[in-house]
């Protein structure tokens, strides 16, 4: 019982988890990503669709990689090489994101609201679990992206040229090329996360189905700061509330606690932590 | 000639038609047209066909008087984003803010039994308290705790939205449907229409009248100066003594107000009762959104963005039902558009540097 | 030999300011070269010409003998340049052997980042040359001083054959700076040429091997150290042993103070605070190098940032009042930061104009409106009497030129007569000829019997304008002196804390 609890946190937790160390990357390279709810969006749907049209999950994926990867150079070329407010043009991506996904999906699948198909195979399993192949994946990449930050030169500049561009520009790193690099690879984790939502968590895709969770993913990533291992238990933190609400639905919650109490509860962890940092900040000072 | 807000006169441009077509927001609506014609042709519809069925869909026949109706709650969303945008706050929950508008309207049009004119106004004061207190919380959340309002507002709008959606369902639900709705309003608490018409209801004037006032506090007010000072530069408005927490949460909190009321104007009239999903699935959000980013920093543009918009938005469902187009088409020509504004006026930035 | 580095005719200009006319230099292999001048003379300009920051408008730089062009601070590093800038630039977030070693980062045989090495290679640096410092504390918590010592280590590990410092001393106590320069001279006998860049005079005197002195981007004197004399130095420098001009005794000596500080603490804890205080129709001077504890001092003086101790205004205690409150009793700032604080560039010219007055009847109409009538009066008024160039006061103020913004703020500021104004740093990249319009115009807020608080780096702004000087070390007032008595090398001494 409680494994399976354990379960269906881990299942929840990972595309959000991809999300966020898509967003942790760029905020280290100092561009504030909050296009990653549409991009899980565009994860989801290319999976589904080249999954459908393949007969294969894992060309699914791919797809959805390759084709998030595009749809973030619509962020990447103009926040990074123009210099134009990121906020405003994910802003139009989001919407972009929602309104493509929803309308290829009636002229390819040829209907609204949720698709779903006996013919539309999901993820295998990993032996032994209901977890899909790519949840260790998020995982591991975590750990990936704890060790690259720290270990490696293009990590630490990376970590550098976060907080301060001109001065990295002056020991001659290419500050707009890290900036791209993050934010298109945040484009590939968003495609892995999508597909995870669409072909791991369910084997199907609904309107808007990312509901959220790259909204999450950015919280998440302002608790963390640039920490991966930090990054983790923010979204360990939003997979319990939503495993939580699931099995309370169950129990006979309203649906609508259930859709509430993630963002309740990350929004509330986010006020604690804040005011617990604050009142330390104060007390240094004083 | 003509005098601003500053009273400094300033004179109109001699090539004053080429600037207007190749301005941003005129670039932009031409290009995400563009761009739209193209994803149509590639997901095999024909853009000849679709764009008539969407300009006949919003304005041919019948359909103009429902394209008016809908500009209301557009044009009042337009205000809920433009509002906190002049202080430099983006409001994306508007749709928790709207929604929880519209279902307070609904509860207190349907449990408190206030007589005359004051059915409706009670109800329309509620759903402006509810909204915003909605978009408020998000104020000191953003100025005390530094979570971003746009963060903020859009992390508290799903919730929102889901505590509406319950209180339709459940404590506000007409029994025995099977759909989640309140029962028809009483006849007291019903917007009266306009000149007849079947849609279009008392809620043009007001939220053209609140407009007004919005544009008058905007440019002529010393409040509005501080506003936008503040959205210019917080420093430079902490520097003038503003008090920046304080208008930074209230211009929220006016926005959520105007949401609100978008909510409530909405229930207020046909089909005069609250249907989950109703309000929030024809995207007045993000319509509104893309109005104010068209507008590119000219609040006398918003209202005729909004319009553009709302024409869009219902002429997409006109063109699902004529030409079988999916009306989402919509929402992709909205995001293309923000997407090019910004882009087009930084481009027009780069080349003047 | 052939020297490490020459520069020839180079010329660079800014506008209308010729910040370098034809400079030339020649750095020798292993000498200390000082290079001095007042502020605004071209010795920053020059340095970043040679650092790859600018190109210059004509000239070439010889590197070890062959042209050439730097396009960026890399190239330059990648030709053994080093240097070691006036406001450090590091990384807070990263360590300190992280910032070392950032950009020239050693990696381990499977080509991961090599952190033990990096901090061995910090230590042993750090050891050589004296400069202990903890290779694995992140940065953003070291106070200034250490912050300096990490760049120079960073310019080290990079093995820099020509390293440049920009006024190393400004953060430096005078022990400090003693020991700098002993790692100064050390590296010198090694081989390296070290560029000082500088305007005090007894550093270079006491280290240099050779000076190089720059006025109004000239070349004014080329000197071996050891065969000049610092009287020949300032001759060099100012052009003439310039003294103070006479000044109009002050009429009231014994005015009650319009603004008052006691025991306000700009950092330290553990310190007394300072204790000053303005009269009316006196200007007191602020003199210190950058970071001395200005900005506390100024935002606890204006209420834009905690103040402790007690700040009275006009005899009201203010303490913990805010900044409508303080501008409505009598208060006008001008602040340094024109772009952030100071203006709103996006905002029209007549919109900045009235920020802070937009309550007053003058301009608050009935209902709380603003009176766009009277708005532009004032914004025409003042564009015609503080002689702010511009279309029209209807473009945004970023359309302006650096010095008619500047005349903007001080306009907005100094025209509503207030009994107390705070300036700071006036002058900043402002060409000359409104250098000398902003100076009339505080000096005449000193007639009108305003009291004015002076905070500038620049001596020679703050030797022409006070009646006294205060100079700030350290977050402390260390030094008072009388405007006859506030000679530059009397100034110079108390802001570096040498002063008894």
Known sequence: MNLVFAGSVITATAPVLFAALGGLLCAAAGVFNIALEGQLLCGAFTAVVVGHETGSAWLGVLAAVVATVLFAALLSVPAVSLGTEPIVVAVGTNLLALGLTSFLMRRILGLGGTYSSPDLRGLPDLPYTSQSALVPVAFLLTAAVAFWLRRTRSGLRLRALGGEPEAARSLGLKVTGYRHAAVLTAGALCGLGGAQLSLGNVTLFSEGMSAGRGWVAVVAVMLAGTSPYRLLGACLLFGVAEALGFRLQGAGLPQQAADAAPYLITLAVLVVARVISTRRRKERTV | MSVTADGVRTRRPRNALRRVVLAPPVLAVAGAALLGALVMAAAGVSPGTAYPALVRG???????????????????????????????????????????????????????????????????????????????????????????????????????????????????????????????????????????????????????????????????????????????????????????????????????????????????????????????????????????????????????????????????????????????????????????????????????? | MTPAAELSGITKRFGSVLANDSVDLTVLRGEIHAVVGENGAGKSTLMSVLYGLYRPDAGTVLRDGRPVRFRSPADAIAAGLGMVHQRVRLFPELTVAENVVLGAEPVTRRGLLDRTSAVRRVTELAERYGLPVDASAPVGGLPVGLRQRVELLKALHRQAEILILDEPTSVLTPAQAARLFAVLRTLAETGTSILLITHKLGEVLETSDRVTVLRDGQVTGRFVTAETSAAELVHAMIGRNLAPAPRRPRERPDAPYALEARGVRLGNTEDPGVTFGVRPGEIVGIAGVAGSGQRPLVDALTGLGPATGTVELLGADVTSAGVATRRRLGLAYVPDDRDGRATAPALSLARNLVMGDQRTPELRGPLGGLRGRAVAARAADLVTRFGIRTASAGVPLSTLSGGNAQKAVLARELARRTPVVIVEEPTQGVDVGAQEQIHALIAEARENGQAVLLLSSELSEVRALADRVLVLFEGRLVAEFAAAEATEAALGAAMTGVAA
Do not use: H
């Open chain 2, 58 to 353: 919003a304005i041919g026949g019948g359909n103009l008087s429902y394209t008016i109706a809908s500009y209301v709650p557009t044009l009042g969303m337009a205000l809920a984003f433009a509002i906190p945008f002049r202080a430099g706050e983006f409001n994306l929950g508007g749709d928790g803010q709207l929604t929880l508008g519209g279902i307070t309207a609904a509860a207190v049009a349907l449990k408190m039994p206030l007589p005359g004119v004051l059915a409706v106004a009670g109800a329309l004061v509620a759903a402006v308290l509810a909204g915003a207190l909605t978009a408020g919380i998000s104020g000191p959340l953003a100025t005390r705790l530094g979570l971003p309002a746009i963060v903020g507002t859009l992390l508290i709008s799903t919730p929102a939205t889901a505590l509406a959606s319950y209180l339709v369902r459940f404590p506000l639900a007409e029994k025995g449907t099977g759909i989640a709705e309140t029962p028809l309003l009483p006849e007291r608490a019903q917007l009266p229409p306009l000149g007849g018409s079947e849609y279009v209801t008392a809620g043009l004037p007001i939220i053209l009248l609140v407009t007004l006032a919005w544009l008058w506090v905007d440019g002529g007010t010393v409040l509005g100066y501080e506003i936008r000072a503040l959205g210019a530069g917080r420093e430079f408005a902490r520097y003038g003594g503003l008090p920046v927490a304080r208008l930074a949460t209230s211009s929220l909190a006016a926005g959520g107000a105007l949401a609100g009321l978008s909510g409530a104007l909405i229930v207020l009239a046909q089909p005069y009762r609250y249907v989950d999903g109703a309000l929030t699935s024809p995207g007045y959000t993000f319509t509104g959104v893309a109005a104010v980013l068209l507008a590119a920093g000219r609040p006398r543009a918003v209202p005729v963005t909004a319009a553009l918009l709302t024409v869009l938005q219902v002429g997409g469902e006109g063109m699902e039902r004529d030409a079988g187009v999916p009306g989402q088409l919509t929402q992709v020509l909205e995001g293309l558009i923000i997407v090019l504004v910004a882009v087009l006026a930084t481009a027009r930035r780069l080349r003047r540097s």
